[in-house]
């Protein structure tokens, strides 16, 4: 770790000494973990530095001038990036961000997606200790925050070849499918292709729910692998949604592997055993 980077994690630790997050942990995870984030997707100096420090204005009381002294106007500018307003209302906040996404430089929009990928992790994390519980300690519910990390996917899918958007992609996928730990879709990506689990039943009841997920997830270059190990029904709801996915992908590769012999048996029964590439 260079000066520079190692100087704004000590700055970064005495500035949130003391402050615990939402989950009761020592607020300077949460920094650090975000700095973590950029250094293994390839970010400069000055990101990393920005992202240990990125709190420190909002939830610290450190000035802006403080951090310019010690670190220089570009690290500033990408710290008050990802520094929100708090005399606006939840919903101008954020609003205001994801209009600055559109149009900002890589680094400001690493910074935000290595920030909320920190955040999911640690939603995610609670979840499975607390339960739904977990959604009361928010401003906004469960609702708008799938809404706004939906959002965030959305404006900055320009950085999808980044592993830390697909790592974000696939846990926002997995925190807000609605049946978490029976039917549901988890995205993942290896080998340059995109692997879509698909777990439990799949019909008319979440057809539009997976639709959403499947047919707006990030394609990678070798194309998509459903993996059917845990799939124990397919209506046509979710035959028709495999279609789509398949006209979709064009010239790009679609396979489907692990299928059980009932899920097979509709495959065979529907002609879909002939349309898709099943090993």
């Known amino acids: 770790m260079d000066d520079l980077k190692r100087k704004a994690l000590i700055f970064a630790g005495n500035a949130h000494k003391g402050a615990t997050r939402k989950s009761g942990l020592p607020y300077i995870l949460h920094p650090v973990s975000v700095g973590l984030e950029l250094i293994e997707n390839g970010a400069s100096s000055e990101l990393v530095a920005a992202g240990f420090l990125h709190d420190t204005i909002e939830d610290a009381n450190i000035t802006p001038e403080e951090i310019r002294r010690e670190f220089g106007d ?14 606006l209302s939840w919903e101008e906040r954020k609003n205001a961000t994801l209009k600055a996404l559109e149009d900002c430089d890589d680094s400001c929009a690493m910074l935000i997606l290595a920030d909320k990928l920190s955040n999911i992790k640690d939603i995610k994390d609670s979840l499975e200790k607390d339960g739904d519980i977990v959604w009361n300690q928010f401003k906004r519910g469960k609702e708008k925050q799938e809404w706004l990390y939906r959002e965030y996917l959305t404006v900055c899918k320009r950085l999808s070849h980044l592993k830390m958007y697909q790592d974000l992609e696939q ?49 990678l270059d070798n194309g998509v692998i459903l993996n059917a190990k845990e799939l124990s029904y397919i209506s046509s709801a979710g035959l028709r949604l495999l279609l ?12 489907m592997i692990n299928v059980n012999e009932n899920v097979m048996d509709i495959l065979e029964l529907t002609g879909f055993s002939e349309i898709l590439n099943i090993k």
Do not use: Q
Not at 74 to 87: G, H, W, Y
Not at 193 to 214: A, K
Not at 244 to 255: A, D, F, Q, S, V
């Open 244 to 255: 789509k996915l398949k006209k979709k992908l064009i010239n790009k590769n679609l396979e």
């Open 74 to 87: 570009e690290v500033l500018r990408i710290v008050m990036f990802d520094t929100e307003d708090k005399s």
């Open 171 to 219: 846990i926002v996928n997995e925190v807000f499918t609605k049946k978490t730990y029976n039917d549901r879709i988890v995205i993942s990506y290896k080998d340059d292709t995109t692997i879509i689990d698909l777990c439990g039943r799949i019909d008319s009841n979440n057809v539009d729910e997976y639709s959403n997920i499947i047919l707006n997830a990030n394609i």
